[in-house]
């Protein structure tokens, strides 16, 4: 009998989502945290316009999904797939995520006043904007995936105590399937005025459908779902050819994404641009990839990843100051493949000296 999370050389058996096969999803996290600094950073537009649209609006889309698949992955699959009753990791979850959220919102509160952030919105009272702003939009423009990932956490934990997880799927892909009408395809609707308006409505609550209630439940399931396979032991030949299926599955998914990308593009359908058909086939196959790909768990890429999320835009602003201050921004700035290269670079530099401060106090405090 092989046990689940070893390898047999001479056997031909390998395994397949044991807790030290995850170093390929640990390692395209930063790849992920870097991705989203070359959303709100737009890499090529010094360079192609038409370039930095595919990187940032459309390949760009893969990383927020990443991140909810992952907390369905090692989160929900509990609850979703083998029917945990235990509520504490999930519990830990959502404080540590508040906490986290929290401490993000008093470092960028500052900012967000001075960026008009709270003040009156189309007639809203302060206190709705508020609100609106710590529970959909996010206290800072990046901010928004922090209550987000709580939200859809909830959702889909609710959703799983009632019914099955192919029910749970569809009611995702339906939530999924309505925000997709708020985001990218808003001009598929435009012109029918009741669903317009009940739309409106909705932008009131929330200014974009992109948020925990319409976008991150059907991540977080697949995720979970994916979970099935956990523990698995499978022949290397199995796992040569899942390897091939989800790599032509990757590529033919990309193209797709590409495509309805230049579609919506072309039509000027898009009132946001973060919400596409092809990006679930897309997530599926690429983080089926890196769970085939295993390796060495890397546990501070984690925290680090985190930190680059957290921080890159302070970096931006830090970078585009020494800019000023230096008479650098034609270079530093202005240039976005250096602008970005040069917030990367920093970001991740205060993010791995932040959690190597933090390991040693977190060490010392067990002392």
């Known amino acids: 009998m092989i046990k689940a999370g070893l390898r047999q050389e001479g056997g031909g058996y390998v395994s397949i989502g044991t807790g030290q096969e995850y170093g390929s999803i640990d390692r395209f996290r930063i790849i992920a945290a870097i991705i989203i600094v070359g959303i709100h950073t737009y890499p090529m537009a010094s360079v192609s316009e038409v370039a930095n649209f595919y990187f940032v609006h459309v390949l760009g889309r893969v990383a927020v999904p990443f991140f909810l698949m992952v907390t369905g992955y090692f989160l929900l699959s509990r609850y979703l797939v ?70 859809g956490v909830l959702i889909v934990y609710a959703l799983g105590r009632g019914f099955s997880l192919r029910l749970v799927f569809a009611i995702a892909v339906l939530l999924y399937f309505i925000g997709l009408f708020g985001d990218n395809y808003f001009g598929v609707i435009y012109g ?46 199995e796992n040569r050819v899942r390897g091939l299926r989800c790599v032509v599955g990757l590529v033919v998914s990309l193209a797709f994404l590409m495509f309805e990308g230049y579609v919506l593009r072309r039509g000027d359908f898009s009132r946001h641009s973060s919400m596409y058909i092809a990006l679930l086939p897309t997530m599926f196959f690429l983080f089926s990839f890196l769970l085939l790909l295993g390796g060495k768990a890397a546990v501070g890429l984690r925290s680090i990843s985190m930190g680059i999320f957290i921080l890159h835009p302070l970096i931006i602003i830090v970078v585009r100051g020494v800019g000023r201050v230096f008479g650098l ?20 530099v205060v993010s791995v000296f932040c959690n190597g401060v933090y390991s040693r106090y977190k060490g010392r405090a067990y002392v």
Request: hydrophobic fraction near 50%; glycine fraction near 6%; charge should be positive.
């Open 192 to 237: 029918v005025l009741p669903i317009r308006n009940a739309y409106e409505v909705g932008f009131r609550v929330f200014s974009f459908t992109r948020n925990g209630l319409f976008y991150a439940p059907i991540f977080l399931v697949i995720g979970a779902a994916m979970a099935k396979q956990k523990n698995r032991v499978v022949t290397k030949h």
């Open 329 to 348: 921004t034609q270079l530093l700035v202005e240039n976005s493949v250096v602008f970005f290269i040069a917030v990367c670079g920093l970001s991740v």
């Open 82 to 151: 083998h029917h945990k009753r235990d509520t504490g990791p999930l519990i830990n979850f959502v404080k540590k995520t508040g906490i986290i959220y929290a401490l993000a919102t008093l470092l960028y509160l500052p900012l967000s006043i001075y960026a008009g952030h709270y003040t009156n919105y189309a007639g809203m009272s302060l206190l709705v904007v508020i609100v609106r702003n710590i529970v959909f939009d996010g206290t800072f423009y990046h901010l928004w995936y922090l209550p987000a990932v709580i939200i």
